[in-house]
């Protein structure tokens, strides 16, 4: 028994919009091979998982991964030996919602949001999904344009409708976000605000981080622990951010942050399975070829998890009670500085996978055998 077998079982979800084309506000990069429809996003996500052995789940977002067959594409999933994850509801495409969805002033609009979860509820039933996530895009560009309380009044009378349709094994995963697209005020911007309509909700309904929406400088791990202390931590959004919700690769901007977090994580034991916290990733790539970023973010989180996996709790614990400052802080910083990049390849190699799952996916052939056979079709990403 090693410290690294804390990682057996230890999976995170891919999200389907990271292998369609994307980019800024002001340019879409277009790449070769890109998927022209859920079926290939599912088929890219699944070289993630049979290279790393770590990414089993793919999220999807509706609308823009809707098919017509949904117990087809869980067949095609599992064909590919991967799952369908996540049900993604999309509040932020359509004209009504120019002043919100779920907090609308008009009930029609409310309704016809409310009715949209209705919809990603009964998908959920038909791909074996559990999680209903929610990223509220609501929220006032002005004060005054709206009054925010009572936005809040009626947000948490369209969430109780929702709430009210989930299944017994169905739960709701609410993501909160302190900017955009509204700049005055949102209507679910911070950790404390998804956790009260949580809470009220009942327990079938947890809290989302997305690691990109915080202020700069905000203490993530500590929003971590006080949720997992809640029983209320249901997922993460993964990325890295410099600026704002710049959803680049996780680890990438601040690989320390990343392992403080895994740090809060282990110290609860919410990385085994049974904790159902789900790791997922919610990540762009404009810039940088698809599969093998994800294949790298996957990687990093793993990377994260071994060191924290590796902190001398019982060394901690002492220290901590003597009050020895350098002492604790140095049995956490032995962690981090340790390099388990051989161990984690020997893990791979004893479970039949590539020690360097980016320079097999480059050696496989994929890359150049879907760019040839996807030329010339409609490419899906954001907004297709
Ligand atoms: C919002 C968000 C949310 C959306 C995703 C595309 O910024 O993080 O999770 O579903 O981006
Ligand atoms: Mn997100
Ligand atoms: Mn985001």
Known sequence: MTALDGLDGFGVEVPSWAYGNSGTRFKVFTQPGVPRNPYEKIADAAQVHRLTGLAPRVSLHIPWDAVDDWSD????????????????????????????????????????????????????????????KIWLPDGLNYPGQDSLRGR??????????????LGDDQRILLEYKFFEPYFYSMDIPDWGTSLLHCLALGEKATVVLDTGHHAPGTNIEFIVMQLLRQGRLGAFD???????????????????????????????????????????????????????????SVLNVEQALAKALLIDQEALATAQREGDVLAANEILMAAYETDVRAALADRREARGLPRDPVKAFKASGYASSVAAERVGGTQAGWGA
Request: charged content about 25%.
């Open 73 to 132: 594409l869980r067949e095609h999933a599992s064909k590919l030996g991967v799952r369908l994850g996540a049900i993604n509801s999309n509040l932020f495409q359509e004209d009504d919602y120019k002043l919100g969805s779920l907090c609308h002033p008009d009930p029609a609009v409310r309704d016809h949001a409310v009715r949209h979860h209705l919809r990603c509820i009964e998908i959920m039933r038909e791909t074996g999904s559990t999680d209903l």
């Open 238 to 296: 993964f990325n890295s951010r410099f600026y704002a919700d710049d959803d680049l690769i996780v680890g990438a901007a601040d690989p320390f942050q990343l392992f403080r977090i895994m740090s809060e994580i282990v110290a609860a034991g919410a990385h085994l399975p049974s904790s159902g916290v789900n790791f997922m990733l919610d990540q762009c790539h404009n810039i940088e070829e698809k599969i093998p970023a994800q294949i790298r």
């Open 152 to 165: 809040q009044d009626r947000l948490a009378e369209s969430l109780r409708r929702i709430y009210h349709a």
